[in-house]
């Protein structure tokens, strides 16, 4: 009878006995966890001078690949804090440049909506002008900021701009419209009829008697000039015709163009087999469908498209941009005429500042590698004689 009453009190005993002791080893770690920690706290005692665990001084033993994956983890913390920062501070710049974009774009937009054909001649030319210029400073504007910009934001705001300066283009076509050009034929009966004060003549490269002559009629100062449809000519424009024009050259053949001046944009369409040579150009060239040409200008972009085997000279204060090409190669502007420095302080361009074997190929994706559509001319193959 008495062995039942007391076994339970000596289980009891047994297991409060066997509590404390868990209950003391647990404190005891806690205590050196804590005193771990703390050690860790104030860094001299637990890492050495290389930043390693020392155990003898800590009085507890971490391994080092947990120290080292801890730390690890803070620089990986460390680095995504920054790219994020990074991120944000671009895509506020990004933000910026898009509203400040979109505004101006509209405001000349809007300007050139009420310019129309029942607006006073006067009036137009006063508004085309501003629109011209507010353009240009808008396309200085891209150029500036096109460091930061994304590829899909920086492809739609050179879509806008080339809308809009089209969109002038047309207004004044619609409002000032150019004079056509008239052939004459020669004949020995005919007298030899001499050209207006102030025209350009496309002097023709053979001098047979059978060859006609093209007779472009001149155009005022406001209207887009420009030469379309000639083959084997020389053709020249003055600085008093080009000055801050737009300036057209479409459908040429072994044509040999100069435009001694600063015009406002350049469009080279359909060419073949020419030369091309231009002032500075206050914004941008645009080239679509160029085969087996060399063209040399400065400008503040170059855009070329579906163009082969051609030869580009530049002065560009951006970077060029290729798309649909092959066979294209680049050398620094090297051209030279009596004038060149004044019309380089009309344009606005900074001849300190050039891009020219700096070039997008909108076609070619892989980073790091060249692309197989362009090159750069070797200074052995430059060409240094114009004349």
Not at 223 to 239: I, W
Not at 324 to 347: H, I, N
Not at 357 to 380: K, M, Y
């Amino acid at each position: 009878m008495i062995a039942p009453i007391r076994r339970p009190v000596v289980r009891k005993r047994h297991n409060h006995f066997r509590s404390c002791a868990q209950l003391e080893t647990c404190v005891y770690k806690q205590t050196t966890v804590m005193n771990a920690t703390d050690k860790m706290d104030v860094g001299s005692d637990v890492f050495d001078g290389n930043g390693e665990f020392s155990s003898s001084e800590a009085g507890v033993k971490i391994p080092e690949r947990m120290l080292k994956r801890e730390q690890d983890r803070l620089e990986d913390v460390e680095r995504k804090k920054e790219a994020k920062k990074s991120q944000s501070v671009t895509e506020e710049k990004s933000g910026f440049f898009t509203a400040t974009f979109s505004g101006e774009r509209a405001a000349i937009e809007e300007l050139l909506a009420g310019c129309s054909g029942d607006t006073d001649r006067t009036k137009a030319t006063h508004t085309l002008a501003e629109a011209t210029t507010r353009t240009q400073q808008l396309q200085k504007f891209l150029n500036d900021s096109m460091v930061f910009l994304p590829q899909y934001v920086l492809r739609q705001a050179q879509a806008s701009l080339q809308k809009l300066q089209n969109n002038i283009a047309e207004k004044r076509d619609e409002i000032l419209p150019k004079t056509r050009f008239a052939f004459r034929s020669r004949t020995a009966n005919v007298p030899k009829a001499g050209p207006p004060i102030g025209s350009s003549i496309a002097d023709p490269l053979s001098s047979k008697d059978s060859a006609p002559t093209a007779v472009v009629a001149a155009t005022s100062p406001s209207e887009q000039c420009g030469f379309s449809h000639f083959e084997s000519q020389v053709l020249s424009k003055s600085r008093e015709e080009i000055h801050q024009q737009d300036v057209l050259l479409t459908h040429l053949t072994n044509c040999k163009v100069r435009l001694l001046g600063s015009p406002s944009t350049v469009h080279i369409k359909h060419v073949q087999n020419c030369e091309i040579f231009s002032g500075p150009v206050s914004s941008s060239v645009f080239v679509d469908h160029c085969t087996g040409s060399t063209l040399t200008f400065p400008c503040q972009q170059l855009r070329t498209h579906h163009t082969t085997n051609t030869q580009v000279y530049l002065h560009v204060s951006s970077r060029a941009i290729i798309e649909d090409c092959q066979e294209v190669r680049f050398a620094p502007f090297s051209w030279t005429y009596s004038g060149l420095d004044e019309d380089f302080k009309v344009s606005g361009l900074d001849r300190t500042r050039n891009n020219w074997n700096q070039v997008d190929d909108f076609n070619w994706l892989a980073l790091g590698t060249q692309s197989p559509n362009w090159s750069l001319i070797p200074e052995a193959e430059r060409r240094t004689e114009w004349d």
